[in-house]
Nanobody
Framework: VQFVESGGGLVQPGGSLTLSCTVS???????????MAWYRQAPGKQRELVAA???????TYHDSVKGRCTISRDNAGRTIDLQMSDLNTEDTAVYYC???????WGQGTQVTVSS
């Protein structure tokens, strides 16, 4: 299973970013059956769930990002996106795409919120 993550970068507080993750490989034909998620890990902290979307498109969010983030999926494109707005320094972390229930993770994309 391969992941292509993109969209990370440096943004000022209050700014916005959209992260994208495209899955390929043996997950191609099964993508629509997967529950997908974005996790993040800040320096010195444990990896935490940011947002998840089930195959039925039920969405859950970490309390700290509710109202600021939207997770979505495109089964035809085998992609999940995470739209983030009103970013603050606490959102600085490496963000990882993950197929829930499987040992498959993306390589991570860095998000840095700083003035």
């Amino acid at each position: 299973v391969q992941f292509v993550e993109s969209g990370g970068g440096l943004v000022q507080p209050g700014g916005s970013l959209t992260l994208s993750c495209t899955v390929s490989g043996e997950a191609d034909i099964h993508f629509r059956h997967y529950h997908m998620a974005w996790y993040r890990q800040a320096p010195g902290k444990q990896r935490e769930l940011v947002a998840a979307i089930t195959k039925e498109e039920i969405r859950t969010y970490h309390d700290s990002v509710k109202g600021r983030c939207t997770i979505s999926r495109d089964n035809a494109g085998r992609t999940i996106d995470l739209q983030m707005s009103d970013l603050n320094t606490e959102d600085t972390a490496v963000y990882y795409c993950h197929i829930q229930g499987h040992p498959w993770w993306g390589q991570g994309t860095q998000v840095t919120v700083s003035s």
